[in-house]
């Protein structure tokens, strides 16, 4: 949504009679302009909960549950959480859809425009440090940038911007993160050759786990490669996460200081060619607590990871694309850090056809006005991802379009938001599709690749709403 000017985005059908006097604050044409909300029947309530909130719920918001995912791909759940959507954006209009539920005011945007304006005008007054999200990434994050407020939240911002280097295409420390991805990438295809499985089979743990050692080494360094404890430490803490204030994070101060104090270990070595050398090299304010940026580096890594493997799934199963990615890999030094932008443009798909991160959610510090209505401090608005990236009128809506990111279309409208947008927006983008590219292009070099699970991607059908990541099976055969 980022670069979209609200006032040409459209807002179709929505309210344009604007209020008398106005609030006088940033924003204040936006909420004069946006749509009122909609009341949501308690039987509506009932269905949002059962299928927007519960499968993500039970697929695990903090850390994906095997089972969980499992069942929410066999019930194809996000294809029915958008459908409910559709339809009660039908029955109520475009304006925000306003549920109450256990006591609390939540609401779902349901017009691209009003989502964007949550996004654009974050963190005031629609905060990420939502209730919730503080309850669940307290357990192992209490000072990250996305659970942080005021001027901490800045400075944090800023700190981490500069240490990813938002905004840049190719990290400065790109040459060592090449090099391990392909380290790595080899010693993968050597697994999957030799393994027990044989024959060049490749399943989701062994991806999984060599996933892994290129984050711990690009972030942490080359002596942290086998450290899978930390990674197990930050698992636990993660699935504590899941449980949101169930779990109060008194409870879990025990295992969070031993995995602080396992990654403070890998951090003092600021080892050269990681990212813990550019934060220490990096000026950072006396709130900003640079250690305390990194558990959500590490657990949002393991999105990328994801997302990766289902780039890869898509290539596997759609021979135009594929063969547009061999023709952009023959001709670069793939040794080098390399902009690859069509690949790139099939991790973006990857997450626009599976968003990792479905809600992108934030709290209001303050009531808002809403077109002729307005909704009262500490709502929580929801703006969920799949209903946006799925949008059955556009073309690309069910397929796999790697060109949308190419030649301008996904940037035309604020519907696409993957890395979410606005000031919020995810500050390790640039760095994700350096590293996953670059994993995905080292995989397909000398390769081959053929899914063998889970069903249903097909390059003359529909592509399925809910794709479960843990039954991805490969098998990679060396190219002729
Ligand atoms: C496929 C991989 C990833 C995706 C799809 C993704 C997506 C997102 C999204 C949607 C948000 C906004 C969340 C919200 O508004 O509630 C976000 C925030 C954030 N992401 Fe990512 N992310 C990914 C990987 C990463 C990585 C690897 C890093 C760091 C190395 C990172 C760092 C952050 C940070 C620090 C924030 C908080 C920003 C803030 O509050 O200002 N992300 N990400």
Redesign the pocket.
């Known amino acids: 949504m980022a670069g979209t000017d609200p006032a040409a985005a459209g807002w179709a059908g929505e309210s344009e009679q604007g209020v008398p006097g106005g609030e006088g604050v940033p924003g204040d044409r936006a909420a004069r302009r946006a749509s009122t909300p909609g009341r949501a029947s308690v039987r509506d309530i009932a269905r949002v909960a059962l299928r927007v909130g519960l499968p993500t719920l039970a697929g695990g918001v903090v850390v994906r549950r095997k089972q969980g995912v499992a069942l929410a791909a066999r019930l194809d759940a996000d294809r029915h959480a958008v459908e409910l959507l559709n339809e009660l954006r039908r029955r109520y209009g475009p304006g925000p859809l306003h549920l109450r539920l256990a006591g609390r005011d939540i609401v779902l945007p349901l017009s691209a425009e009003d989502a964007q304006r949550v996004l654009d005008e974050t963190p005031e007054p629609f905060t990420?440090a939502a209730r919730l999200k503080r309850d669940a990434l307290g357990h192992f994050q209490p000072h990250g940038?996305?659970i942080s407020t005021g001027q901490e939240r800045d400075e944090r911002?800023a700190f981490?911007e500069d240490v990813?280097e938002t905004g840049r295409h190719l990290h400065h420390l790109a040459p060592q993160f090449v090099r391990t991805v392909r380290e790595e990438a080899g010693g993968l295809l050597a697994e999957a050759a030799a393994g027990a499985q044989g024959s060049g089979r490749l399943d989701w743990g062994t991806f999984d786990a060599a996933w892994w050692r290129i984050v711990r080494r690009v972030v942490l360094g080359d002596a942290a490669r086998d450290d899978t404890t930390l990674t197990a430490r930050l698992g636990r803490l993660r699935g504590f996460g899941n449980w949101s204030a169930l779990v109060p994070t008194r409870a879990t101060a025990g295992p969070r200081e031993r995995f602080q104090q396992s990654l403070r270990a890998h951090l003092d070595r600021a080892e050269p060619g990681s990212l813990a050398e550019a934060l220490a090299r990096t000026p950072a304010k006396p709130g900003v607590d640079p250690a305390g940026q990194v558990p959500?580096?590490l657990f949002?890594?393991d999105?990328?990871g994801i997302?990766a493997a289902r780039a890869l799934a898509l290539l596997a199963t759609h021979p135009a694309q594929e063969q547009q990615v061999r023709n952009e890999l023959v001709i670069p030094d793939l040794t080098r850090p390399q902009l690859l932008p069509y690949t790139r443009a099939c991790v973006m798909e990857s997450?626009r056809l599976w968003p990792?991160?479905p809600f992108?959610?934030r709290e209001s510090t303050r009531e808002t006005r809403w077109g002729e209505g307005t909704l009262p401090e500490g709502t929580a608005f929801l703006v969920y991802a799949p209903y946006f990236h799925r949008d059955g009128s556009a073309p690309y809506g069910d397929r796999f379009v790697p060109e949308i990111w190419l030649e301008g279309t996904a940037h035309t409208g604020p519907e696409l938001v993957?890395?979410?947008a606005g000031p919020?927006v995810?500050?390790?983008e640039d760095?994700?599709l350096l590293v996953t590219s670059t994993l995905v292009a080292a995989l397909m070099e000398r390769h081959d690749f053929r899914l063998h699970g889970p069903d249903g991607l097909r390059a003359d059908g529909p592509l399925p709403y809910t794709l479960n990541h843990f039954a991805l099976r490969f098998s990679a055969a060396a190219r002729p």
Do not use: D, I
């Open positions: 990420p940038v996305l911002r981490t990813l959500h580096w949002a890594f999105a990328a997302a997450v990792t991160t992108l959610l993957p890395f979410s919020g995810c500050p390790g760095l994700v």
